[in-house]
């Protein structure tokens, strides 16, 4: 009764779509105006997943500037997160008093890291291995998919029954992962001003903002999600596209392979007409058959692309099964669960 009470007292902050995009916008423009961020020679990949954006000669304080500030961030978000829940808080329009603090959070430590990367460079590449970073923004997007199961379907708008107390536990806990993968993956680079690193930087502050609207009408807005999900195959096409040593021959699975899923599963998520539908599918099609013409060497591997999406969830669904087994009995109001951030 009390949580009811100050629930309907609280003071919601007014807030608008577009004031995120804007200042997500307004700090592409502060890194611009602070590049160059390196004075020594960025030498070209020598293979895939070789990360030349790296001192060639780190110091404890490049070390230590860049995990400790990490760290600080993860622990920081991870707690906002955990207060969030704790609260029971409903879907505003505008901002609850932690959505403020988790912005004000995650803008504090872009700073420090635009500032950290123009004092010492490094970012946590020095340390740790590029399919790291990968593979974690990689692993939510599968995650979302799973997550998103019961309400678009997974394939053409079809249901896969995986069990409800595999999608409820996804929803519930996502936060906690997200967070983690787009934290670490941020400070992984340094700022940078490559093609890749900036529109990488830019979908990044774009999760950071979706990350800190947890309880708005705003975080649950499915154009939103959609835009952001398919941002995705946008990064990866253009780093694709601007890599070196082989990698550049995989733009267009990166590209066709996302474009697939947007038409397999994802658009089911949105209120397109028949007709919209119909028109994306023949343009994305189109584009897909005028490219494998051209290059009909590299379209087996475009299948192997798509299924691997797939075949990723399933197997996300498998391990949150194994996960939840030892605590079924003892949380059964899982599966009730309403007052997770979708």
């Known amino acids: 009764m009390m949580q009811a009470m100050n629930s309907v007292q609280e003071h919601i902050v007014p807030y608008r779509a577009w004031w995120g995009l804007a200042a997500c916008g307004l700090i592409m423009g502060v890194i611009m105006v602070l590049a160059p961020f ?10 895939p997943f070789d990360y030349p954006w790296k001192l ?67 970012g946590l590449a020095q340390d740790v291995h590029e399919a790291s970073a990968f593979g974690s923004v990689a692993l939510m997007l599968f995650v979302i998919l799973l997550m998103e199961t019961d ?54 502050f774009m999760l950071f903002l979706q990350g800190s609207l947890f309880f708005t009408r705003y975080h649950v807005n499915r154009w939103w999600t959609l835009f952001l999900e398919f941002f995705f195959v946008i990064h990866g096409t253009t780093v694709a596209y601007f890599a070196l040593a082989g990698l550049e021959a995989r733009w267009g699975r ?10 397999i599963t994802q658009m089911h998520g949105v209120p397109f007409r028949r007709w919209q539908k119909l028109l994306l599918a023949a343009v994305m099609v189109g584009g897909g058959v005028w490219y494998y013409t051209l290059k009909p060497e590299t379209l087996p591997k475009l299948g192997g692309a798509i299924v691997t999406h797939y075949v990723a ?18 949380n059964r109001e899982l599966g009730s669960d309403t007052n997770s951030p979708p």
């Open 38 to 47: 390196h004075e020594f020679e960025i030498l070209p990949r020598q293979h």
């Open 56 to 122: 060639a000669d780190p110091t404890i304080w490049s070390h230590l500037s860049a995990w400790s500030l990490y760290a600080l961030h993860q622990v920081s978000i991870w707690y906002l997160i955990y207060k969030a829940q704790s609260q029971k808080l409903r879907y505003v329009d505008g901002l609850h008093k932690v959505n403020v603090q988790a912005l004000l959070l995650n803008s504090l430590f872009v700073g420090l890291h635009i500032l950290q990367t123009k004092i010492f460079y490094d």
């Open 151 to 204: 309400r678009r379907g997974l394939v053409f708008g079809r249901k896969v029954p995986f069990p409800k107390r595999v999608g409820a536990a996804a929803r519930k806990y996502h936060g906690y992962y997200f967070s983690w993968a787009i934290t670490y993956t941020f400070w992984y680079h340094p700022i940078e001003v490559t093609p890749g690193h900036l529109m990488g930087f830019f979908y990044m």
């Open 254 to 263: 990166f590209l066709f392979g996302g474009l697939a899923v947007f038409l």
């Open 313 to 330: 969830v399933a197997i996300c669904a498998a391990a949150i099964w194994l996960m939840m087994r030892p605590f079924t009995g003892r």
